[in-house]
Nanobody, 126 residues
Framework: QVQLVESGGGLVQPGGSLRLSCTAS????????IGWFRQAPGKEREGISC????????YYTDSVKGRFTISKDNAKNTVHLQMNSLKPDDTAVYYC???????????????????WGKGTLVTVSS
């Protein structure tokens, strides 16, 4: 049984940093693309970053490019999302998800993902 568990959310001031983690069980990261999505109140879920299985190529949506960094630790079966220079607009529930299409090409639609975590709340506020 596949499980994805997010951790690391919380309250942070504007300009601050957080590191989210997504720990997977029941799958190996080499066989899946792992994506991070977020959903703010009243908005649709959006894909913000992805790391592919195998070659670990990465993707970032424009709104987080240069501020967020995705990485993975195969030994711990964990994907991290380092978030710097956080803004109030980054406030959302953050989800990780796995796609058996191992590449991040075409990443972005929640409908393409096979497995989901339950999410972790990130609040950016002074």
């Amino acid at each position: 049984q596949v499980q994805l568990v997010e951790s690391g959310g919380g309250l942070v001031q504007p300009g601050g940093s957080l590191r989210l983690s997504c720990t997977a069980s029941g799958l190996t990261l080499d066989g899946y693309a792992i994506g991070w999505f977020r959903q703010a109140p009243g908005k649709e879920r959006e894909g913000i970053s992805c790391i592919s299985g195998g070659d670990s190529s990465t993707y970032y949506t424009d709104s987080v490019k240069g501020r967020f960094t995705i990485s993975k630790d195969n030994a711990k079966n964990t994907v991290h999302l380092q978030m710097n220079s956080l803004k109030p607009d980054d406030t959302a529930v953050y989800y990780c998800a796995a796609d058996s299409w191992v590449y991040c090409s075409g990443f972005g639609s929640p409908n393409d993902m096979d497995y989901w975590g339950k999410g972790t709340l990130v609040t950016v506020s002074s």
